[in-house]
């Protein structure tokens, strides 16, 4: 794991992998590291790392090749992805619609390769009701077959999976979700918003203390939900490094503090200083070690990507039986994390009943 992890963070810095420590290593070490990169979904950050090796230390050609196809196939998806993201901002243009890019190709964007990074979707948020209103009139226009959950719209639209957004993160206790929302309106009212440029592509992206905020209590809800993987945390130690001077240290640490994630957040800052090699510095809060971090590392380790190799059992068919089957699991989840933030795990079931309760009883909103 140490091998791996050497290479993550090299490939994460853009350095080269050092090849003393490659010496004799067997490939059976290299098919492991291979499966390391496989299970949290960075094959192409470890594999640009792995090729700064002298050809006699790396992996032997079958793996390589392998490696490569997969690669491929990564940097074709984000190709794609971001010819979509270019059609839909045009579209929106045409239709007078604002809207900002949230994770996925705006994050990848401060990758040393951005075409590496593992990405699925491309999720969009409205902040204005008007705004979203005429995207969903789009939608209808398209003729496009909506999917709904309790957090957004999807469809799918030139050959990529579009989620749509009315709204960021909501915490699940009431207090901690005001304090939350009025946070993120303050900061939005600064209007200090970025400009991402995405292959050729304008987009206009979160305000850095937004959206380091949001994609933190994004990996926290997937944590306590199902698991998380090593992706998003790279995604988030890049983005903290690149935004460090633009960032109000102590109000974000209060926000922290307000909304009852400090004890996450201190473990989750020590994985990101530990092991993807995030200086202390480049922490947009102060923070102090905690015992928690290894118990969520070993966690992250063990599920992977989005938590897709925890062992849950298959969800059975049928709509309410599948319901009970992820509610269960979700509740074992809440009870496992209880002590990294008690606030949002009491109220989680409460929260989840519901948001899905709502979800059966409204009509589409399109």
Not at 34 to 53: E, F, K, N, P
Not at 188 to 201: F, G, P, S, T, V
Not at 207 to 222: A, G, K, T
Not at 307 to 315: A, D, I, K, L, T
Request: a positive charge; hydrophobic letters at 40%; charged letters at 20%.
């Amino acid at each position: 794991m140490t091998l791996f992890f050497h290479l993550l963070q090299c490939g994460l810095w853009n350095k080269s992998a050092d090849p003393l420590l490659f010496e004799g290593i067997s490939a059976r070490d290299w098919n492991q590291i291979y499966q390391y990169a496989v299970r949290q979904a960075l094959i192409g950050i470890i594999y640009d790392a792995m090729s700064t090796l002298p050809s006699h230390l790396q992996p032997d050609r079958s793996l390589r090749l392998k490696w490569f196809m997969t690669v491929q196939k990564i940097e074709q998806n984000n190709q794609l992805l971001n010819r979509v993201l270019g059609a839909f901002s045009q579209e929106m243009e045409r239709c007078s619609v604002r809207f900002f890019l949230l994770k996925g190709q705006g994050q990848a964007s401060f990758y040393p390769n951005p075409l590496r990074r593992q990405s699925g979707d491309i999720d969009l948020y409205f902040p204005a009701p008007a705004d979203y209103s005429k995207a969903c009139a789009w939608i209808a226009e398209q003729g496009l077959t909506v999917a709904e959950s309790v957090k957004h719209i999807s469809v799918e639209w030139q050959g990529a999976h579009l989620e749509f957004h009315d709204g960021l993160s909501e915490m699940h206790r009431p207090l901690s979700n005001r304090r939350l929302q009025d946070h993120m309106a303050q900061c939005m009212a600064e209007r200090n918003y970025e400009a991402l440029q995405i292959d050729k592509i304008h987009v206009q992206g979160l305000s850095p203390e937004v959206n380091l905020m949001y994609m933190m209590l994004h990996i926290f809800s997937h944590l306590i939900t199902g698991g998380i993987g090593l992706r998003q945390f790279c995604d988030w130690a890049l983005y903290a490094s690149y935004h460090a001077n633009q960032i109000n240290r102590e109000r974000l640490g209060l926000l922290i503090d307000q909304t009852g994630l400090r004890r996450f957040a201190n473990a989750f800052a020590q994985i990101q200083v530990e092991y993807l090699g995030l200086r202390p510095s480049q922490v947009p809060y102060d923070y102090v070690a905690d015992a928690m971090s290894e118990w969520l590392f070993e966690d992250i380790m063990a599920g992977g990507n989005f938590g897709n190799y925890h062992h849950s059992g298959v969800r059975p068919a049928g709509k309410w039986l599948g319901k009970w089957h992820t509610a269960q699991k979700v509740m074992k989840r809440a009870v496992r994390f209880f002590r990294l933030s008690p606030s949002e795990t009491v109220w989680l079931p409460i929260h989840y009943v519901i948001r899905n309760v709502q979800l059966l009883r409204n009509t589409p909103r399109i």
